[in-house]
């Protein structure tokens, strides 16, 4: 017998419905891949061609000049490493204080739990504004021109926490109780069952965590007025914006600008995109299976 | 008795204290601050032991030039020629609006001098007491500034005067002439119609018509040419309002006077004529069809496929753009012709006197000193050294003394060119871009134009050929209160109700002949007249008053 002897024959309206869904996943698909394509065609087209907007999707003639260019520019390579440092001290701090803080509001025994609640829930709405913040990381804590002004600021968030309290929340009580009986102490309990079976809600965490960190440029302008500890998003910002030909006119107000700065100024900022996209783009695939199980977590209790 | 001693101990200590506290620094200009320096010392250092002062400014909007820093020629020379040192911090252009806000409004960690966005921030900055009041030492700390701008004609003062008398911070200056805005047509295209370069506004609009004509002039067998563009209907203005009679430059607004009299461009009939004259080429399918939407980028698209034959941009385009075109890529010719120089139209609208508009110099960012300065005397001498000590500028605009040029016999400058028939290279050594108090210079303006002797004759013809008017109004940055809240409550939707208006009457959304009453009026409603009467306000108060 064929396996599709065995299907069940689905009824007109369920072919329907497959085929809407089939178009809108298309639709988003093209959506989304345009882009993509369209940024890495204009950075491998030829110079001329992408100047004359002869590039619609596919490349249009090959040229890796741009990327030649992009690569002799040791502040890219000086935004990278600052971007990997910052992506993984950033990750590993804040998931260690996400989880220390998720894990005492996730304990019913722990005195103050409703207060402190309360207390994460209100700064989820309600921030300081950017100028107290600035003077309590610039004045009080000192962090100017530091590299954990990119950190400690926004070490852990409401949001998170609560992603992570949820989790524990859900795991079953009479674990915990056991081990306690056990004799463990709240820091064994915490390391030895807490962490091992919270593995898939940390791994959510940290994709949410490093994504951030890896595009954060923001508190940079705030806090570094030293360029050597500007990230990547600093450098391709401004690619993007202050290279642009249309800025290049602007500001130049008649000076001298070569043809060749011209065009390789429009292709540098499509090939400046990709090398900053890249890493993330070769490590999704990886992650994305937790990426769905996030979607998920801390959503539904018990 | 023992109570009246207790008193009189009392009031010692308040009138210690009270000396203690007395801030002599701020009591305005010494006037001999650099008392200190002592014989033998170089007569420009304005200090005898060395200073330092810590700056922050940004990286500069061109990413061609190099930031400020101490390894750069022109800081190390400015550093010999003050005794003073500078200890950079040099943020990133983008988001530096951002960066300077916060830190103004936050008042920590200020530097002793910064370039601020707007002369308003530093305005309202100044108001909080963040920055120093440079009011006092104007005329005694100044004397180079004041000395370079009286002789260009400018009433600087007035630029960055508050409503209340104060200075709170400097604004950076342009160069006059060099790289306007010009109209500039396409060599081949010229030279297949066998035409010159229009002189008068009907010989443009002839020679349009004559491109129109002519077809396929670059020989694609597609209908794609556009005889005529610019970056967007402002680009429009800039490079032929004044073939119609109207003051418009590089956005400004547009308000001018006539007897003492300021009147709005914007509901002149003299716009009227040049929003016609325009409808006219959009009907006859010479102009632009995406005018609208036209910026620079665009442009060179444009002119990359050879579809361009007249555009309206900065001068120095021809070169650049030009560079573009299929021709210069097949000819491998970076040196050619392809875009030659217009002069300004002459036309019945301006009595047949061609004329461009002279550029508003003081337009730079501005510079402010923070009361974090300790030394604000000598933060202003220094700032005064580098807008315009007579010597630092020459170095500025020319490069470094003996490697750049020299002195003629007469004391006039000779420029060096490097032996190897290489360019002159001055913006890398930190003169083509000077933050703080000059975001271009003529050094980076005319870098790497001596290799054009075909612009550089253009140019020539462009500058003397032509009349250069000075704005009837000048285009102040700083307002006194009462102009102030009128701009604000009016100018947006002023502006707003005019490019609207402007857009469909070009592109024939509104009929000109039939709708311009009903545009007149809308106008009015937005406040047109309390707007223009804010203009008669800033003109009495300058240009009247001298």
């Known amino acids: ?302 | 008795m023992k109570k009246r001693l207790f008193a009189l101990l009392m009031a010692a200590v308040m009138l210690l204290g009270l000396v203690a506290c007395a801030d002599t620094s701020d009591d305005g200009p010494s006037g001999n601050y650099n008392a200190n320096l002592q014989p033998g010392d170089p007569e420009t250092w304005l200090s005898h032991d060395k200073v330092t002062l810590t700056v922050l400014t940004n990286e500069g909007s061109s990413t061609e030039n190099p930031p400020a820093s101490n390894d750069l020629p022109f800081w190390k020379f400015l550093e010999e020629y003050t005794n003073v040192h500078i200890e950079w911090e040099v943020a990133s252009a983008v988001g530096y609006t951002e960066v300077v806000s916060t830190r103004l409004s936050a008042g920590v960690e200020l530097p002793d001098i910064m370039m601020i966005n707007t002369i308003g921030n530093g305005e309202k900055a100044g108001d909080n007491g963040v920055l120093v009041d440079m009011a006092p030492y104007w005329d005694t700390h100044f004397t180079n500034t004041n000395a370079y701008w009286d002789a260009q004609g400018v009433d600087f003062e007035s630029h960055i005067t508050t409503g209340d008398g104060n200075i709170y911070a400097l604004v950076g200056m342009a160069e006059p002439v060099e790289g306007h805005i010009t109209l500039m047509y396409n060599t081949d295209w010229l030279k297949t119609l066998n035409k010159e370069v229009p002189t008068t506004l009907d010989e443009f609009t002839d020679l349009l018509r004559a491109m129109k004509q002519a077809g396929d002039l670059n020989g694609n067998g597609v209908d794609d040419e556009i005889c005529f563009t610019a970056a967007g209907f402002a680009g429009l203005m800039d490079c032929i309002g004044t073939a119609f009679g109207l003051e418009q430059y590089e956005s400004w607004d547009a308000f001018a006077s006539k007897d003492g009299k300021v009147y709005s461009e914007y509901t002149s009939d003299n716009m009227r004529n040049f929003l016609e004259y325009l409808n006219e080429l959009f009907n006859e399918g010479i102009l632009d069809k995406e005018i609208a939407s036209m910026n620079a980028s665009f442009l060179a698209e444009k002119i990359a496929s050879d579809r361009v034959g007249v555009f309206g941009y900065y001068s120095s385009f021809a070169i650049s753009y030009g560079q573009l075109t299929p021709r210069a890529q097949k000819e491998k010719n970076p040196y050619g012709e392809y875009f030659t120089l217009g002069v300004a139209l002459a036309s019945k609208y301006n009595n047949n006197k061609g004329y461009f508009m002279r550029r508003e110099r003081a337009v730079g960012a501005p510079t402010a000193i923070t009361t974090e300065c300790d030394n604000v005397e000598l933060a202003c001498r220094w700032l005064d050294t580098l807008y315009a000590d007579p010597n630092v500028l020459n170095v500025r605009q020319y490069g470094i003394e003996g490697e750049d040029w020299k002195k003629g016999e007469n004391g006039e400058i000779e420029i060096l060119y490097p032996a190897d028939g290489s360019p002159r290279d001055i913006s890398s050594k930190g003169c083509g871009q000077i933050p703080l108090c000059h975001f271009q210079t003529v050094a980076q303006l005319t870098e790497g134009m001596d290799q054009y002797p075909w612009y550089q004759q253009q140019y020539e013809r462009m500058r003397t050929e032509s009349e250069w008017k000075t704005p009837t109004v000048p285009h102040l940055q700083l307002f006194q209160d009462e102009e102030k809240e009128i701009m604000s409550m009016y100018n947006v939707d002023v502006k707003g109700v005019f490019g609207e208006w402007r857009a469909k009457f070009v592109t024939n959304k509104s009929n000109i002949k039939t709708e311009w009453d009903k545009y007149l009026q809308e106008m009015k409603d937005m406040g047109s007249d309390e707007l223009t009467g804010a203009w008669q306000m800033v003109y009495d108060r300058t240009i009247g008053a001298q």
């Open chain 1, 1 to 302: 017998m064929s396996k599709n002897a065995n299907r069940i024959k689905g009824s007109k309206s369920d072919y329907v419905l497959d085929a809407i869904v089939l178009t809108i996943t298309a639709f988003v698909i093209i959506v989304t891949l345009y882009p993509l394509i369209y940024v890495v065609s204009m950075s491998i087209s030829d110079p001329l061609s992408a100047s004359r907007g002869e590039v619609i999707l596919f490349p249009k003639g090959f040229s890796i000049l741009s990327y030649k260019k992009a690569m002799a520019d040791d502040a890219i390579w000086q935004g990278y490493a600052n971007t990997v440092w910052y992506t993984v001290v950033g990750t590993i701090s804040s998931l260690a204080a996400t989880m220390l803080g998720a894990y005492p509001l996730s304990r019913k025994s722990f005195v103050g739990r409703k207060f402190f609640n309360t207390l994460l829930l209100v700064q989820m709405f309600f921030g300081g504004g950017m100028i107290p913040t600035y003077i309590v990381v610039v004045k009080v804590l000192g962090l100017y021109n530091s590299r954990w002004a990119m950190i400690l600021p926004a070490l852990t968030s409401a949001f998170n926490i609560f992603i992570a309290r949820n989790f524990i929340l859900s795991l079953p009580e009479e674990l915990l109780d056991c081990a306690k009986i056990d004799g463990a102490s709240e820091f064994r309990i915490f390391t030895n069952i807490i962490i091992p079976l919270s593995k898939s809600v940390m791994s959510v965490l940290t994709i949410y965590l490093a994504i951030g960190y890896w595009n954060s440029y923001f508190p940079s302008v705030l806090y570094h007025g030293d360029s050597s500890l500007h990230p990547l998003g600093m450098y391709v910002r401004k690619m993007v914006i202050q290279n642009s030909i249309l800025n290049m006119g602007d500001d130049a107000m008649g000076g001298m600008i070569s043809a060749e700065s011209l065009l390789s100024s429009l292709q540098l900022k499509y090939t400046v995109i990709v090398i900053a996209v890249l890493p993330l783009l070769l490590i999704y695939p990886f992650f994305s299976k937790y990426m769905k199980k996030g979607l998920m977590v801390g959503s539904i209790k018990g």
